[in-house]
């Protein structure tokens, strides 16, 4: 008997134990099967999270923000315990006791599954789980990914601390409304750092894993109540929180931005604009799209918001007051259908999702509105953001649209989507009326720049980013007109000429394979023998065209792209008249070279970017052609008053004289040429205007000692805009504006006077040279290079006789006939009876 019971014990002691050793074989053989070709668990110990990359002003605010997922990375030892334990109480309340996975939670699961015969498959996944789940592999519930899931997650254990897997956790996960991690969501839902959040909000966050779009905190309110109480009972049951801290938080509503209860943290950033987004297009081409988007950078912009909103603000008023002086309505072109006319609620819900710009302040905010009712004298409106008892009504009167052809019922239906803002009194702001707008069909781009560092300040690409995205000043191809001639009379001054030089203002007739080309001058007249100084002030184009024969194109053209205006340049004389297109944005950063002297300058729209470890990638002080090194800054101390001194390795590409012989013949233009009626800042200021062929491009460019600036305005697909457009009349009033409050913020002096400058005195009119006492409006002092005898007295003519009668106008306004003597040696005489009948229109000017 006893031999008996001890063989059946040992036989069951056996079968116990061979089923162990099977069970522990087949467990071993399925880790071994499933743990071949595993992704690398060791890879997220460097793995670096796609964040956001942030755009700061100078002033180190954020202006805007670029990401493909919205995740703010926040590191273990910075996310607050609170957080912590939130989470771990919802999802895996043993994380810090398991190796990787939680057996009792598996067979839990497992029993339910058994139960429900295979409806009810809840997750039992630990936060380790997840992690390998969410990083290293696809996101099904088949048993296979199960297994391998937990063999990651117990060699992950071993290879991470816990708290650098909760990083990873609290770091990746997808909480809604686009927002990944806990930082980032944090801000989403409340507006605040983690640092702010209550108990009752981080169980908020602690809910959405589970299945964000099931907790919508606005269509599933109640639900997410539910869990966010389960958290927190979870919470207060692993010791947490407190009996006390537990029912206060319990008892808390449920709050958050998406329910109204919170300013949308968006709403504290300016809306993106011209400048932020062109920064975006050229990181994104210097680092690569996906780096840019998911790097986590931090960019410093040269962007000054003040003057980035006097940008913008010039800009329109001058686009928007010629759109209202050709007196036509039209809109925004978007309507609302009439069955959604009904309702208020209706009605404002539709205005809302119609897409119209809404980031236009131009004297005050512009609103989006729907017209609700036309009637002869006045037309009511339902206006966003503005209730329809408003005590300043929500209609306007028939006088508003005075500039306008025709009348309400001409010109609107019921339903239309129209732009107003409020009209206010100057006196003291009072409300007066509402008043509509319209975005303008003509376009434009204004621009600024520090002549010295290439510190792009201000830059506005049209009259609203969100009406057209399209950057006008960076990838707009226009023809510049008048204002390239510069580069016509810099190359001329660099190759010997002096700004007393004369040259032939007289027809020119041009064998062309389109026919015979006939230039013309803007005022239809001509003035014979004339200086350089007075054809650059008054823009001559006659003489702009000889002076590029007589030096060559080949020069004009490698002048010009060595200014980077051009890539290539056609080598055709219109090309001296600006025919050939560029950029508003190259024409800028060329002019800052005449302003600071002659030397290189890039152009940037970033001061320093860094990566999201605060390593510095770029640096624009550093950038080759823009290094720039101070020389006593590592001294102890200075003597007072002494300022540190600051020296750069720039290229020079033009002669200092040149540049100041320029600049000077510039001034000019400002002082009694073609701008003089409209720019006058207080400070040495040169510049020039620019108006193309029947005025499709108008353009003015200006500078001080310190800023350059320039618009260009014309429409999209180029179009004659009148024959009132000028550079003058359209442009300058943008630069006036702009610069005005420049001058007062950034300064403005004379212009360095090189050393090599030897001052002498001559006749603007006549380039003849005048005794150091002369005085006059017609006496000025012309800066000619020392050393250099300067010769008067040779006329230049480009090599074509001239022949015909036409007036030739002399500076008091009357007509002779003259004698004069050209670059060839040979006589002619020119004026004084007129005869255009054979002259063309064509030209630029």
Request: charged share 25%.
């Amino acid at each position: 008997m006893t031999r008996f019971i001890l063989s059946f014990f040992g036989g069951i002691f056996s079968i116990i134990t061979l089923g162990i050793m099977m069970f522990a074989l087949t467990v071993g053989a399925v880790i071994w099967i499933y743990g071949q070709d595993l992704p690398s668990h060791e890879s997220l110990a460097q793995y670096t999270p796609p964040t956001i990359s942030r755009i700061y002003s100078q002033e180190g605010r954020i202006i805007d923000e670029f990401a493909q997922e919205r995740r703010l990375f926040t590191p273990a030892d910075q996310i607050p315990d609170l957080v912590k334990e939130a989470f771990i109480s919802a999802e895996d309340k043993n994380f810090y006791t398991h190796q990787g996975y939680d057996p009792r939670g598996i067979a839990a699961a497992v029993v339910d599954a058994v139960k429900s015969r295979g409806r009810d498959v809840r997750g039992a996944s630990t936060i380790t789980q997840q992690v390998m789940k969410n990083f290293l592999l696809d996101g099904d519930r088949r048993a296979e990914r199960k297994i391998k899931e937990i063999i990651l997650a117990t060699r992950v254990e071993q290879a991470l601390s816990k708290e650098k897997i909760l990083e990873l956790y609290l770091n990746e996960i997808f909480l809604g409304q686009n927002s990944y991690g806990v930082t980032a969501a944090a801000q989403t839902y409340f507006n605040k750092t983690l640092s702010e959040l209550e108990p009752h909000e981080a169980a908020f966050l602690a809910s959405m894993p589970k299945a964000p779009s099931d907790y919508h905190p606005v269509r599933n309110k109640e639900r997410l109540l539910q869990r966010r109480d389960y958290v927190l009972r979870e919470m207060h049951d692993n010791g947490y929180l407190s009996d006390e801290v537990y029912e206060q938080e319990r008892a808390q509503p449920l709050r958050s931005v998406q329910n109204g209860d919170f300013e949308p943290y968006q709403r504290s950033l300016p809306p993106r604009d011209y400048f932020t987004d062109e920064i975006r297009r050229q990181l994104t081409r210097d680092f690569g799209e996906g780096e840019f988007f998911s790097g986590g950078f931090s960019v410093r912009a040269t962007l000054d918001p003040e003057m980035q909103t006097k940008a913008a603000e010039s800009l329109r008023i001058s686009l928007e007051n010629y759109d209202r002086s050709l007196g036509r309505w039209r809109g925004t072109g978007k309507t609302i259908p009439e069955e959604q006319l009904g309702s208020e609620e209706a009605w404002r819900e539709a205005l809302s999702n119609t897409s119209v710009a809404r980031d236009i302040d131009l004297e005050s905010e512009w609103l989006p509105a729907v017209v609700l009712e036309v009637g002869d004298s006045a037309m009511r409106l339902g206006i966003e953001g503005v209730a329809t008892d408003d005590a300043r009504g929500t209609s306007v009167p028939r006088d508003d649209i005075s500039w306008v052809r025709g009348s309400f019922r001409d010109n609107f239906e019921r339903g239309d989507v129209v732009h107003v803002r409020e009209m206010t009194a100057d006196n003291d702001g009072s409300f007066i009326r509402w008043t509509l707008r319209q975005v303008p069909r003509v376009q434009g781009a204004f621009m600024a720049m520090d002549v010295h560092t290439g510190r792009v300040i201000a830059m506005q690409g049209g009259f609203s980013y969100q009406d057209s995205v399209f950057n006008r000043a960076t990838q707009a191809q226009r023809q510049p007109g008048s204002s390239f001639k510069p580069f016509v009379y810099a190359s001329a001054l660099d190759s010997g000429y002096a700004p007393s030089t004369i040259v032939i203002d007289a027809p020119i007739e041009i064998d062309t394979p389109q026919g015979v080309w006939r230039p013309k001058n803007s005022s239809n007249t001509y003035y014979g023998p004339t200086p350089l100084r007075t054809g650059i002030e008054q823009s001559r184009n006659l003489m702009t065209i000889r002076l590029a024969q007589e030096i060559g194109m080949d020069t004009v053209g490698r002048y010009a792209e060595k200014f980077g205006v051009y890539d290539h340049l056609g080598r055709f004389l219109s090309n001296a008249l600006g025919a050939d297109e560029t950029t508003l944005y190259k024409m800028i950063s060329a002019y800052a070279m005449f302003a600071n002297g002659g030397e290189r300058v890039e152009p940037t729209l970033v001061d320093r970017v860094q990566d999201r470890y605060g390593r510095t990638i770029y640096n624009h002080e550093s950038a080759k052609g823009n290094e720039r090194v101070c020389i006593d800054c590592a001294e102890d101390s200075l003597p007072p008053g002494v300022s540190p001194t600051i020296r750069n390795n720039r290229e020079r590409i033009m002669d200092a004289v040149t540049a100041y012989q320029l600049t000077s013949m510039m001034q000019g233009v400002v002082e009694r040429g073609t701008a003089a009626r409209v720019v006058d800042l207080g400070v040495p200021t040169a510049g020039k205007t620019g108006t193309t062929n029947d005025a499709k491009d108008v353009w003015f460019i200006g500078f001080t000692s310190n800023i350059v600036a320039g618009c260009y305005i014309g429409y999209d697909n180029p179009s004659p805009m009148g024959r009132g457009a000028y550079g003058a009349s359209m442009c300058g009033p943008v630069f006036q504006r702009f610069m005005t409050e420049a001058v007062q913020k950034y300064g403005g002096g004379a212009f360095d006077v090189p050393e090599a400058c030897e001052f002498i005195n001559i006749d603007r009119f006549s380039g003849a040279r005048l005794g150091p006492d002369a005085s006059g409006p017609n006496v000025v002092a012309e800066c000619f290079r020392r050393g250099q005898e300067p010769m008067f007295g040779i006329q230049l003519d480009g090599g074509w006789a001239m022949s015909g009668n036409f007036d030739l106008i002399q500076p008091d306004g009357s007509t002779r006939a003259r004698e004069v003597t050209t670059s060839t040696g040979r006589k002619a005489t020119v004026g004084p009876k007129a005869s255009f009948g054979t002259l063309s229109s064509g030209g630029l000017y």
